[in-house]
């Protein structure tokens, strides 16, 4: 996923500080295009808990001891979704390609919070710098300043921020 390797820094901004306004004001703008270049690139990490796990194994009609083994792996003491190498990229084992080249997740309904929270992560909301960064990679991620139909306003960005693990 496009930003695994950014660290967390809980000051970049504030999820529950109301008073305090981001660099992007009242919102952002952001439509997934299903390109699935959020879920390829440089070896990382898509952490997810018990409760994930447990959600995972039933979507994929197992039980979660089955999961772990066929897709997780233990990574700095907790777990974390397993890569498939393809083409010099790490992609998440769950990451599909339709024949007319769309790219999605096979999993997509139960997917873990760290997915479903993207690209509203600390690392990439810190700064309209860090922001651009990301969306180098990430067509969804459009100009900062757009008002369009995507438009995410502030206190959804907040809510789904207030969902992301520590962690990233």
Request: glycine share 8%; net charge negative; hydrophobic share 30%.
């Given at each position: 996923m496009a930003g695994w390797r950014l660290p967390y820094n809980p000051r970049?901004?504030?999820?529950?500080?109301?008073?305090?306004?981001?660099?992007?004001?009242?919102?952002?703008?952001?439509?997934?295009?299903?390109?699935?270049?959020?879920?390829?690139?440089?070896?990382?990490?898509?952490?997810?808990?018990?409760?994930?796990?447990?959600?995972?194994?039933?979507?994929?009609?197992?039980?979660?001891?089955?999961?772990?083994?066929?897709?997780?792996?233990?990574?700095?003491?907790?777990?974390?979704?397993?890569?498939?190498?393809?083409?010099?990229?790490?992609?998440?084992?769950?990451?599909?390609?339709d024949e007319d080249g769309k790219r999605g997740c096979s999993i997509y309904?139960?997917?873990?919070?760290?997915?479903?929270?993207?690209?509203?992560?600390?690392?990439?909301?810190?700064?309209?710098?860090?922001?651009?960064?990301?969306?180098?990679?990430?067509?969804?991620?459009?100009?900062?300043?757009?008002?369009?139909?995507?438009?995410?306003?502030?206190?959804?960005?907040?809510?789904?921020?207030?969902?992301?693990?520590?962690?990233?």
């Amino acid at each position: 996923m496009a930003g695994w390797r950014l660290p967390y820094n809980p000051r970049v901004f504030n999820k529950d500080d109301k008073e305090k306004t981001p660099w992007f004001g009242d919102g952002l703008s952001f439509s997934c295009t299903q390109c699935g270049n959020c879920c390829t690139g440089p070896s990382g990490f898509v952490w997810f808990d018990d409760e994930e796990a447990q959600a995972m194994a039933e979507h994929l009609g197992m039980d979660v001891r089955a999961f772990l083994q066929n897709y997780a792996a233990k990574a700095l003491g907790r777990w974390t979704l397993a890569e498939v190498r393809r083409d010099g990229k790490y992609d998440c084992v769950f990451l599909n390609e339709d024949e007319d080249g769309k790219r999605g997740c096979s999993i997509y309904p139960v997917r873990p919070t760290q997915c479903r929270t993207w690209p509203f992560w600390p690392s990439n909301t810190k700064s309209r710098r860090a922001w651009e960064a990301s969306a180098k990679t990430c067509p969804g991620m459009r100009d900062p300043d757009a008002r369009d139909e995507n438009f995410v306003p502030i206190d959804q960005i907040r809510v789904i921020m207030s969902e992301n693990p520590e962690q990233l």
